[in-house]
């Protein structure tokens, strides 16, 4: 395991173009659980680990990242939106994709409806995050079961 990996936050970077690697970053945002992991590639690197506090969040933004892996499993609804907010406020252009707990349709609303641009809660396996991830650097939008439902409901289809 990286030294970088022992942390709360995880950042990689990721391309989807040969030869060029574009910073992604893992925000984990309660301690305690399961770390997030990418599936190995040629294409992204964990590149360091963090808690969301203020000096972490202050090495996020120096970083130039512009994809964040925002993980919310076990956090209450009420606080997703304020995390989200955060993050977009002191990075431009930022790309989250948001990861709930498993089959919790408020949360995945909340964090779609909070700019998220994909969403997983169910299966979040090293292959499928990654593709989340080149989905989110690319603008675009990848989206779970638990996340169709949410979108469905927030457009009224």
Do not use: Y
Not at 126 to 146: F, I, K, M, N, Y
Request: glycine share 8%; proline share 6%; net charge positive.
């Amino acid at each position: 395991m990286l030294p970088a990996e022992r942390g709360v936050f995880a950042g990689a970077r990721c391309s989807t173009k040969p030869g060029r690697i574009q910073p992604v970053a893992i925000v984990e945002v309660l301690d305690g659980l399961p770390p997030l992991r990418l599936a190995p590639s040629d294409a992204a690197e964990v590149v360091m680990r963090i808690q969301l506090q203020p000096d972490d969040v202050e090495r996020l933004v120096a970083s130039g990242v512009n994809v964040v892996v925002l993980d919310l499993r076990g956090l209450c609804t009420s606080h997703i939106r304020p995390s989200m907010r955060l993050l977009r406020l002191l990075v431009s252009n930022l790309r989250v994709v948001a990861v709930t707990d498993a089959g919790d349709d408020a949360a995945a609303q909340m964090a779609i409806a909070a700019g998220a641009i994909a969403h997983l809660s169910r299966d979040t396996c090293p292959l499928r995050l990654l593709r989340a991830v080149h989905a989110a650097s690319r603008g675009t939008p990848h989206l779970g079961e638990t996340g169709q439902r949410a979108v469905a409901r927030l457009t009224g289809c």
